[in-house]
C-alpha cells in the first residue's frame, strides 16, 4: 500500500516548444521532471548542497581535479544544483557562466528549485551549440545536456566536443555526463578516443552515466591524491560520500 503522504505531488507545470516540464514534491524534495517521467534533476530543500544523484556528486568530483579553479562554464542548468555545489565548494571561483536552452527551466528553478542570483554568475538562455563559440576560456567547463528522451546531440558532435575542450584554460578539466552502454564504456567512446587522444578518466555512476575527466592537455595528469584531500574535504561540508568516488575512477574505455 502506498500512503498518501509518500506519493509525489505536481506543484508547478510548463509547456514550450521542447515539450513539458514538472515539479514535483514529496516530503522536503522536489524533483525537475521533463516528458511524462524523464526525473532530471531533484533538492532537498533542507540541505539543497546535498546532491542526490551520483552522477551530480561524481561532476563535482571533477570541478576538484583543478588546483584552484577561478571561471567555470556550465552547458545545462537542470534544477542549478550542481552550480550552487560548485560555487559552495570552490572558494575561488569568481565568474560562473550558465547556458541553458530553455527559459521555463530557468524560471522553475528560481521559483521553485532553490536556484537563487549570485554575483558570480551569468545566464545565457539559448542554444549551447550556438552559444559555446562566444563563452569565456574557463578553468572548468561542464556539459549535462539532456532531455526527455536522453543526450542531446552535443554529447556526440566531434566539433562541438572539440570546442568545448578549446574553452578550458591552461590546465583545464571538462567534465562531460555521458551516457554509459550496456557494457559500461560511454555512448560514443571511438569518437571520444580520436578527439581526445585516449587521454582521459571515466567515473561509472548508478543512474548508468559515466563521467568524462578531460584535461586541456595531455601533459596533464589526474591529481588523485590532492583529489581524495579535497573530496574529504568537500564531502564533509556538503554531506556527501566523495571518496567512494575517487575509488571508482578508471582509465579511458577502449
Given at each position: 500500500?502506498?500512503?498518501?503522504?509518500?506519493?509525489?505531488?505536481s506543484i508547478a507545470e510548463?509547456?514550450?516548444?521542447?515539450?513539458?516540464?514538472?515539479?514535483?514534491?514529496?516530503?522536503?524534495?522536489?524533483?525537475?521532471?521533463?516528458?511524462?517521467d524523464s526525473e532530471q534533476s531533484a533538492v532537498c530543500m533542507r540541505f539543497p548542497l546535498r546532491l542526490q544523484y551520483e552522477y551530480s556528486r561524481?561532476?563535482?568530483?571533477?570541478?576538484?581535479?583543478?588546483?584552484?579553479?577561478?571561471?567555470?562554464?556550465?552547458?545545462?542548468?537542470?534544477?542549478?544544483a550542481l552550480v550552487r555545489s560548485c560555487l559552495d565548494a570552490l572558494p575561488g571561483l569568481f565568474d560562473a557562466e550558465v547556458i541553458e536552452l530553455r527559459p521555463e527551466v530557468?524560471?522553475?528553478?528560481?521559483?521553485?528549485?532553490?536556484?537563487?542570483?549570485d554575483?558570480?554568475?551569468?545566464?545565457?538562455?539559448?542554444?549551447?551549440?550556438?552559444?559555446?563559440?562566444?563563452?569565456e576560456q574557463a578553468d572548468l567547463v561542464f556539459l549535462d545536456l539532456y532531455n526527455e528522451q536522453g543526450p542531446s546531440r552535443a554529447h556526440m558532435a566531434w566539433d562541438f566536443l572539440a570546442g568545448c575542450?578549446?574553452?578550458?584554460?591552461?590546465?583545464?578539466?571538462?567534465?562531460?555526463?555521458?551516457?554509459?552502454?550496456?557494457?559500461?564504456?560511454?555512448?560514443?567512446?571511438?569518437?571520444?578516443?580520436?578527439?581526445?587522444?585516449g587521454?582521459?578518466?571515466?567515473?561509472?555512476?548508478?543512474?548508468?552515466?559515466?563521467?568524462?575527466?578531460?584535461?586541456?592537455?595531455?601533459?596533464?595528469?589526474?591529481?588523485?591524491?590532492q583529489l581524495r584531500t579535497r573530496a574529504a574535504a568537500v564531502g564533509k561540508r556538503q554531506g556527501h560520500d566523495l571518496l567512494s568516488l575517487v575509488n571508482n575512477i578508471r582509465l579511458a574505455s577502449r
Open positions: 500500500m502506498q500512503f498518501f503522504w509518500s506519493r509525489k505531488k510548463a509547456e514550450d516548444a521542447h515539450g513539458r516540464i514538472l515539479v514535483e514534491q514529496k516530503g522536503s524534495m522536489r524533483y525537475l521532471v521533463f516528458g511524462e561524481a561532476m563535482l568530483l571533477g570541478a576538484l581535479c583543478h588546483d584552484a579553479p577561478e571561471t567555470a562554464l556550465f552547458m545545462g542548468l537542470g534544477a542549478g530557468v524560471r522553475l528553478a528560481q521559483q521553485y528549485m532553490g536556484f537563487k542570483d554575483e558570480r554568475l551569468t545566464l545565457r538562455v539559448g542554444d549551447a551549440l550556438e552559444l559555446l563559440e562566444s563563452a575542450q578549446a574553452r578550458l584554460s591552461p590546465g583545464g578539466w571538462l567534465v562531460i555526463n555521458q551516457w554509459a552502454l550496456l557494457d559500461s564504456k560511454p555512448l560514443a567512446t571511438p569518437l571520444l578516443q580520436g578527439l581526445f587522444a587521454h582521459y578518466w571515466e567515473v561509472p555512476v548508478t543512474e548508468g552515466n559515466v563521467i568524462l575527466l578531460i584535461p586541456a592537455s595531455t601533459e596533464q595528469n589526474l591529481p588523485v591524491e
